[in-house]
């Protein structure tokens, strides 16, 4: 049987990213704390965490995070359907990209999130990387591109994301027609540096390959929206964030009739507790309302 009090010790840690932290947080001592991983990892027989100025988990660790996380959820759905048990929030770990996040997932479970008592703790991450906070137990699911179910989760599809590269007119204007020669002398707008939308949208549109240009990096949607606006660069934005701008600067699509589609899948437990099934039936029916459908 694994002991309690040296999985919360485990997951302290990973999730304070140190003993000194993890101690503060649980009210031990570092001595106490220390000692605890010691008694797991020699009971495992296996290194659970790899030390150093920023401690992170080993792929048995980030196992046992994932355990912890889904046991403490359980106890939760348990104590709250015991007579006389309080119902209290429960917070559950998603990662999901910023397009997502802001356009359809926030708006489409909000009100799953009020009725059902949950709290967020929102991992924001490329769409084509937030699988990696799943499968480091850091998550309870995420939206992601990866249609192939990890270990032990469930991939369901959700719809797709369409984008358009855009950019403001007097941009578009300077380029004199020369596409795509002209739009790669001038900068893009790029959210982060995992983005591949524009290589995505260059690739598909014009059959360019590690195509070269300047870069602007802005990891903030309003601003990412307002350089494209201000004719900083080009970028690639949704269709449903495009659609709800305010009047005022303009963008103009850059190659009308031409998007970047992107799939897009909730990657989850497979053996969900109740407060996650909730959430994903209302990350479900969110992308149905709101997600291009096949």
Same mark, same amino acid.
């Given at each position: 049987?694994?002991?309690?009090?040296?999985?919360?010790?485990?997951?302290?840690?990973?999730?304070?990213?140190?003993?000194?932290?993890?101690?503060?947080?649980?009210?031990?001592t570092l001595?106490?704390?220390?000692?605890?991983?010691?008694?797991?990892?020699?009971?495992?027989?296996?290194?659970?965490?790899?030390?150093?100025?920023?401690?992170?988990?080993?792929?048995?660790?980030?196992?046992?995070?994932?355990?912890?996380?889904?046991?403490?959820?359980?106890?939760?759905?348990?104590?709250?359907?015991?007579?006389?048990?309080?119902?209290?929030?429960?917070?559950?770990?998603?990662?999901?990209?910023?397009?997502?996040?802001?356009s359809w997932?926030?708006?489409?479970?909000?009100?799953?999130?009020?009725?059902?008592?949950?709290?967020?703790?929102?991992?924001?991450?490329?769409?084509?990387?937030?699988?990696?906070?799943?499968?480091?137990?850091?998550?309870?699911?995420?939206?992601?591109?990866l249609a192939?179910?990890?270990?032990?989760?469930?991939?369901?599809?959700?719809?797709?994301?369409?984008?358009?590269?855009?950019? $403001?007119? @007097? #941009?578009?204007? &300077? =380029? *004199?027609?020369?596409?795509?020669?002209?739009?790669?002398?001038? %900068? /893009?707008?790029?959210?982060?540096?995992?983005?591949?939308?524009?290589?995505?949208?260059?690739?598909?549109?014009?059959?360019?390959?590690?195509?070269?240009?300047?870069?602007?990096?802005?990891?903030?949607?309003?601003?990412?929206?307002? $350089?494209? @606006? #201000?004719?900083? &660069? =080009? *970028?690639?934005?949704?269709?449903?964030?495009?659609?709800?701008? %305010? /009047?005022?600067?303009?963008?103009?699509?850059?190659?009308?009739?031409?998007?970047?589609?992107?799939?897009?899948?909730?990657?989850?437990?497979?053996?969900?507790?109740?407060?996650?099934?909730?959430?994903?039936?209302?990350?479900?029916? $969110?992308?149905?309302?709101?997600?291009?459908?096949?």
């Amino acid at each position: 049987m694994l002991d309690a009090r040296q999985l919360d010790a485990l997951a302290a840690v990973i999730e304070h990213g140190s003993f000194g932290a993890a101690a503060k947080a649980l009210s031990l001592t570092l001595a106490a704390v220390s000692l605890r991983i010691k008694s797991l990892e020699a009971a495992l027989g296996q290194r659970l965490l790899v030390r150093g100025k920023q401690v992170r988990a080993t792929p048995a660790g980030q196992a046992l995070l994932g355990h912890v996380k889904q046991v403490r959820l359980m106890e939760s759905d348990l104590m709250a359907g015991l007579p006389g048990g309080g119902v209290g929030m429960q917070t559950l770990s998603v990662a999901v990209n910023a397009d997502s996040l802001t356009s359809w997932f926030l708006p489409g479970v909000a009100s799953a999130l009020q009725t059902h008592r949950l709290l967020l703790d929102v991992v924001v991450d490329d769409q084509d990387h937030t699988h990696d906070a799943l499968k480091s137990g850091d998550v309870v699911g995420c939206v992601t591109t990866l249609a192939q179910s990890m270990r032990g989760c469930v991939a369901e599809p959700l719809g797709i994301m369409r984008y358009r590269c855009v950019a $403001a007119p @007097a #941009l578009i204007a &300077g =380029w *004199g027609g020369a596409l795509p020669h002209g739009m790669l002398r001038s %900068p /893009a707008v790029i959210f982060n540096r995992k983005d591949a939308l524009q290589d995505a949208f260059l690739a598909q549109h014009f059959n360019l390959q590690g195509a070269l240009y300047p870069r602007h990096f802005v990891p903030a949607v309003d601003a990412f929206e307002l $350089a494209l @606006a #201000l004719g900083l &660069g =080009w *970028g690639m934005v949704p269709d449903m964030l495009l659609a709800s701008r %305010p /009047a005022g600067l303009p963008l103009l699509e850059v190659l009308p009739g031409h998007p970047v589609d992107v799939v897009l899948y909730w990657q989850h437990w497979a053996r969900e507790p109740l407060a996650a099934q909730r959430l994903t039936q209302a990350i479900k029916r $969110a992308a149905r309302e709101r997600l291009l459908q096949d």
